[in-house]
């Protein structure tokens, strides 16, 4: 089975500037999560959907970050416009069933963001 | 809130040496406990995992045990290898009953673990 794909893998841009990242999860799953990896730090959620819905954006600092999952399939996270504190390496997560069942989230590779 | 603490690190080994890295929680509701494994270049990988006090997980020779009257979750193996030098991080689950934690994942910062030869 293929895993949770994402794109880029690496993106550089200068400050003000704005970027966006994809992310394909495993056929099927429904929930689907973007973490923010800061360097030297554990994995911090972002937000959190259920099929198309958000289930949790309480993290999202939502004056510059917004994410859509328009299909309930993939999704785009948006940075607009960066801050060099946006530099992180920022991940995709998927799990089969809903976000209050115990099951599995499997990860991306990740997409390792610096700002200049 | 939920948080999780792990030792500092880094930590560096020679191989077939013991390994522990030690994790401490607080959580209000009734936490799953995981330990997930990122290689160098990989994304994140689930270890293994407990979903209730005295519970043991384990996997690939790692080991933790769920203490809930200490609030830990320490990670072992008797004998690392060169191939077990990754970032180790311990995380939580937070389930409490009629809430809405949604079952997000808190992490720890990471230890970063490098066995020699």
């Known amino acids: 089975e293929a895993g949770v794909a994402q794109s880029p893998r690496y993106k550089i841009i200068e400050k003000r500037q704005s970027v966006a990242f994809w992310c394909n999860p495993i056929?099927?799953?429904?929930?689907l999560y973007w973490y923010q990896q800061i360097l030297g730090q554990g994995p911090k959620l972002l937000i959190q959907f259920q099929n198309n819905g958000v289930v949790d954006d309480s993290q999202l600092p939502k004056d510059r970050f917004s994410a859509e999952r328009l299909k309930g399939v993939d999704s785009t996270l948006k940075i607009q416009p960066a801050k060099l504190e946006d530099s992180a390496v920022y991940l995709c997560?998927?799990?089969?069933?809903?976000?209050?069942?115990?099951?599995?989230?499997?990860f991306g590779p990740g997409t390792r963001l610096t700002v200049l | 809130g939920d948080s999780v603490t792990q030792m500092e690190g880094p930590v560096t080994l020679s191989e077939e040496a013991f390994l522990t890295i030690n994790c401490t929680y607080t959580a209000t509701g009734y936490p799953s406990l995981f330990w997930y494994v990122q290689y160098p270049g990989e994304g994140l990988q689930l270890l293994l995992k407990a979903t209730k006090a005295d519970d043991k997980g384990s996997n690939k020779g790692f080991e933790a045990t769920y203490r809930k009257e200490t609030t830990s979750f320490h990670l072992e193996k008797g004998s690392v290898q060169v191939s077990d030098s990754a970032v180790y991080f311990c995380?939580?689950?937070?389930?409490?009953?009629?809430?809405?934690?949604?079952?997000?994942?808190?992490f720890g910062q990471g230890t970063i673990l490098t066995v020699h030869p």
């Open positions: 997560a998927s799990s089969s069933r809903g976000p209050l069942e115990n099951n599995e989230q499997f």
């Open positions: 056929s099927g799953h429904a929930t």
């Open positions: 995380a939580l689950r937070d389930w409490r009953a009629g809430g809405t934690s949604y079952g997000k994942l808190t």
